[in-house]
Structures are given as C-alpha cells and as structure tokens.
C-alpha cells in the first residue's frame, strides 16, 4: 500500500550547490504537483506535471527551478545554484488523471531543505 | 484570484473541548472543498472534502459543511483530544483546475 513517496526526507546544501528532489507517485497516478512550504507558511503551488509533460508551472520560480515527469521513474524537483531562501519543505502530491478538479491529491511526507 | 481564508493560530484547548476553526474562501465557479491535517514532521493528510453546497464532510469526529451563501467551511469537533494536536489547512479546488489553494493553516495544540 505505497502512498506518494518522496526523498530524501532532509536535504542540506550549500549556497550554490545543487538540490535534486524526488517523487514517486501513487501506484498509477499519472498526474504529479509540487508545492512548497515556508517556515509557518502554507502550502503554494508550484508546478503541475503528467508523464513527459509541464501542465502548469505557473508558480515556479523563473530562474534555477525546473521539473521533469519522465515516461519512467520518479519525477525530479530540480534547484540550481541554491540560495538561504530556497529552505522550506517541499512537498509533492499526485491524483489519477480525471482533470476535473474534484479529484484529491495525496501527498507524500515531503523534503525538507536547508540551504546553509 | 481564488484565495482561502483561515483564523490565526495557534488555538490552544483542553481535552474534551469543543473546536472551531473558521474558514472563508474567494472562488468562480463551484470549487471542492479540503480540510487537510499535518502532524509534527509529516505531511499532509485529507481529512474530509465536500464538493458541492451543503455537503458535509466527516471524519474522525470532525465535520465542516460547505456554505455557498456564507462562502464558509468551518472545521469543528465536539471533543478534541491531545492526539489532535497538529496543524490544520483549509484548501479549495476550482473546477475544472487541478491544483489546490491553501489557507495558511492553524495550529492546534490541545492540553491534558
């Protein structure tokens, strides 16, 4: 009985390092949503992703995010060159593919970044 | 924009007392409805959902009922306990979209 599984559950990096985080979606879910999570914060959209393909990346940041959903494995959450802002939870979910906004999301445990 | 209103924390209870987090919300159309829980270092859990006005979501002893004419959707429990203690988030969904908007949670933490 997997649920959205997300890792590593910590992650610290040094200012301009690289952070990579991973999801693995429900077992036949085939629609993937990042958000992330800022200390006392709720959660804010970031990017909507089904396999192979960006949806909505209305709430990433223009420069040094970026999100893949390959045909195989998990989707990847990618920050280049990480700055002290860029600490928070990260938190992915996924839904089977209805597309009509009545579906719920389940989430996975999060990443949790410190950029040091 | 669709925007999800919730009251302040933290709210800080005895057991066996009677909980209220309000929640108001913005949205076009008819949006679902989320009540979502997140305990200490964990993610978040759904705790009860309505998607149409009037409905009303219940689980674990908690309800909320969607009010179009109030636009509301009140969490409430009739006794909390301590194993309640944790952050509760109000979220919408608007039709025909497929990414949640959340409020920006409450905190709650009950006493023995």
């Known amino acids: 009985n997997a649920g959205v599984m997300q890792n590593p559950r910590h992650l610290v990096r040094r200012r301009g390092q690289e952070a990579r985080l991973r999801c693995s979606p429900v077992k036949g879910h085939s629609h993937v949503y990042w958000y992330r999570q800022l200390p006392e914060e709720g959660l804010k959209f970031m990017v909507y992703l089904q396999k192979e393909n960006i949806i909505d990346e209305s709430g990433m940041p223009k420069e040094r995010f970026s999100a893949e959903f390959p045909k195989e494995g998990p989707s990847i959450l990618r920050i280049q060159q990480v700055v002290r802002g860029d600490s928070a939870a990260y938190f992915c979910?996924?839904?089977?593919?209805?597309?009509?906004?009545?579906?719920?999301?389940?989430f996975g445990q999060g990443t949790r970044l410190t950029v040091v | 924009g669709d925007s999800v209103t919730q009251m302040e924390g933290p709210v800080t209870l005895s057991e066996e007392a009677f909980l209220t987090i309000n929640c108001t919300y913005t949205a076009t159309g008819y949006p679902s409805l989320f009540w979502y829980v997140q305990y200490p270092g964990e993610g978040l859990q759904l705790l009860l959902k309505?998607?149409?006005?009037?409905d009303k979501g219940s689980n674990k002893g908690f309800e909320a009922t969607y009010r179009k004419e109030t636009t509301s959707f009140h969490l409430e429990k009739g006794s909390v306990q301590v194993s309640d203690s944790a952050v509760y988030f109000c979220a919408l969904s608007s039709s025909g979209t497929y990414k949640y908007i959340f409020g920006t949670g409450t905190r709650l933490k009950v006493l023995a």
């Open positions: 309505a998607t149409k006005a009037d």
């Open positions: 979910a996924s839904s089977p593919g209805t597309g009509d906004g009545r579906t719920e999301a389940f």
